[in-house]
């Protein structure tokens, strides 16, 4: 079991940057694949980006390629996410997902595959 709890959500302009953060309890971190989804309002919700806890590869959305990062910090129990370059159709609710330990996806972008999900940080962009 792990427990994920987001943070660093808020209001920012188009054009300006927030990190996200992602820190979950529970063993086995260093094992899990970690992903960041998000969902807007009356929107489905979507893939943002994922890193593997096996190669350490990234995985991005086309929307967000170049603009977002994520990255992990296994000693402390925490991933990432990066945004630049915001814009309002940034604008969602940001969820953090991991995987089962020693688990990989086959499929990075596919919400069904992760087994845990935070609670979410609503992320605002204004024009």
């Known amino acids: 079991q792990v427990q994920l709890v987001e943070s660093g959500g808020g209001l920012v302009q188009a054009g300006g940057s927030l990190r996200l953060s992602c820190a979950a309890s529970?063993?086995?971190?260093?094992?899990?694949?970690m992903g960041w989804f998000r969902q807007a309002p009356g929107k489905e919700r979507e893939f943002v980006a994922a890193i593997s806890w096996r190669t350490v590869n990234t995985y991005y959305a086309d929307s967000v390629k170049g603009r977002f990062t994520i990255s992990r910090d296994n000693a402390k129990n925490t991933v990432y996410l990066q945004m630049n370059s915001l814009k309002p159709d940034d604008t969602a609710v940001y969820y953090c997902?991991?995987?089962?330990?020693?688990?990989?996806?086959?499929?990075?972008?596919?919400?069904?595959?992760?087994?845990?999900w935070g609670q979410g940080t609503q992320v605002t962009v204004s024009s």
């Open positions: 997902a991991a995987g089962r330990p020693s688990n990989s996806r086959t499929n990075y972008a596919n919400k069904d595959e992760y087994n845990y």
């Open positions: 529970g063993r086995a971190f260093s094992s899990r694949d």
